[in-house]
């Protein structure tokens, strides 16, 4: 494992959640069964090919529930399979309190920055929030991939749009402290973007090997962690698109 030295991005952003038993169970009864969580009837398709790794989206439902909806995460062995939504710049938290659907939840919602509404998930860092919840759901188990055992297992993370499909390896995965290092989104040259990612992926607790200079894109996958910094820290996956899969 290498040297938890920190000296790159960090994210504040996220909120932090320590929820007691007692606390969940009073918040679960403001709402239905499936509080926080996405139906998955209007996901279902006849469009879908046999050996198509992704699950089917029904975008026009989407789209037209919540306009913000931009994308779909799978993390194939995992329960993440979600919606994501782009935050508002007039708003850039929005969805750490409010569902897929606009309505207050407690779950939040999966939710891309706001400084990356420009070029979305092509942003040479497209950063997508979400909250580690503890009954397991939403993006808690992007905290497992500071084991290096989970790490190995799950490589695979599946990004979709309506105009594209992504197929992503994870190649780091780091634990940071959000009170002592801030994001980074603002990169105007590629070398700023390779001696940024050189670092961090050096520095990262667990990396796998990848290309280090002349990405145009990196992907972080962002949710709370809790340890020795009292429920400040973050736990950041960072994953690329896969050399062999590429963008479908």
Known sequence: MKAATKARAAFAACLVLTLSGLALALSLLEF???AGRVDP???ASTDQEEDDPFPAVD?????SQNPDVIGWVTVPGTGIDLPICQAPASDPTY???HDVYQKWNFYGCPYLDADC????FDSPLAMVFGHHMSDGSMFAEMAK?????FFDGHREILIQTPERKYVLTVVAADVIDSYREYKVL???????LDGWWAATWDKSDVARPCELTGLESIKAFVTCSYGPWNGHERTIVYAVEDEIGGTL
Do not use: I
């Not at 509404?117 to 979305?120: M, R, S, V, Y």
């Not at 603002?186 to 700023?192: D, L, P, S």
């Open 41 to 43: 009837s209007p996901v």
């Open 186 to 192: 603002g990169f105007e040259t590629q070398e700023e």
């Open 145 to 149: 991939y500071s084991n290096e055992g």
């Open 117 to 120: 509404a420009e070029k979305g």
């Open 32 to 34: 239905s069964e499936t």
């Open 95 to 97: 969805y750490l309190s």
């Open 59 to 63: 975008w026009d439902y989407w789209k």
